[in-house]
């Protein structure tokens, strides 16, 4: 079975600062590894994703994460974080398959305060 | 060009009521996943509709159906609510035989069961 896990509940980071949030996974096959951040009252928008390649993908707002499968994680990571960043952040774990993305799992999410 | 869409935004029921929620999906898309967020959980898969049926599904009782239809629009049907029904009900389209795998996500519904 494929699982998800974020370790940190609540980051605080000051408005500038380097920001790295931790993701952990359990997949049986090649993973289809996503980043997604959810402001408040708000849907999910996806950050990145990995399916292969370059273990190292650049997302959008200035965000990457690498892969390592050596430690089975997908940590996403953005040097210098702005006020706008606040917000919760989701790893998610799917297959995708000639069909498409058929499911994904979700870790339990990563809230991210921002200070000045 | 229009997002996924989601109505109601928020609705309140009472315990063995039922409730519809319905969703529009991204334009061009045919495929329409359905997800329950709980408070300070992620998102938890229920099902995935294409071609009008029932193409996968989550570890969710019966009482959770759904239905598409041939506009590609879908509702999600919850019988015999129970207080741990209450949650953000998520909507996500995507295009059959995308290999980008990308879902596109409404902005919910919010179900408070009381």
């Known amino acids: 079975a494929q699982s998800v896990t974020q370790p940190d509940i609540h980051i605080t980071v000051s408005e500038g600062a380097s920001l790295e949030l931790r993701c952990n996974y359990s997949y049986g096959a090649t993973p289809y590894l996503f980043w997604y951040v959810q402001s408040p009252g708000q849907g999910l928008q996806l950050l990145l994703k990995?399916?292969?390649?370059?273990?190292l993908v650049q997302g959008i707002k200035g965000f990457e994460a690498e892969f390592k499968r050596s430690q089975s994680s997908f940590n996403l990571r953005k040097p210098s974080v702005h006020w706008s960043d606040a917000a919760e952040y989701f790893c998610?774990?799917?297959?995708?398959?000639?069909?498409?993305?058929?499911?994904?799992?979700f870790g339990t999410g990563t809230r991210l305060t921002i200070i000045p | 060009d229009a997002g996924v869409t989601q109505s109601p935004t928020h609705l309140i029921k009472t315990r063995g009521q039922q409730v519809t929620l319905r969703c529009s999906p991204k334009s061009g898309h045919d495929t329409v996943s359905w997800y329950q967020q709980a408070l300070g959980q992620g998102p938890q898969f229920i099902f995935q509709y294409y071609e009008e049926e029932e193409r996968q599904r989550g570890n969710f009782p019966d009482r959770f159906s759904g239905h598409q239809f041939p506009n590609y629009s879908s509702e999600l049907n919850v019988n015999a609510l129970l207080l741990g029904d209450s949650a953000l009900y998520l909507c996500a389209s995507s295009l059959t035989g995308d290999s980008t795998g990308e879902l596109f996500f409404g902005e919910g519904s919010r179900l408070t069961v009381l």
């Open positions: 998610a774990v799917g297959p995708i398959s000639n069909f498409g993305n058929e499911k994904l799992t």
């Open positions: 990995y399916f292969s390649g370059d273990t």
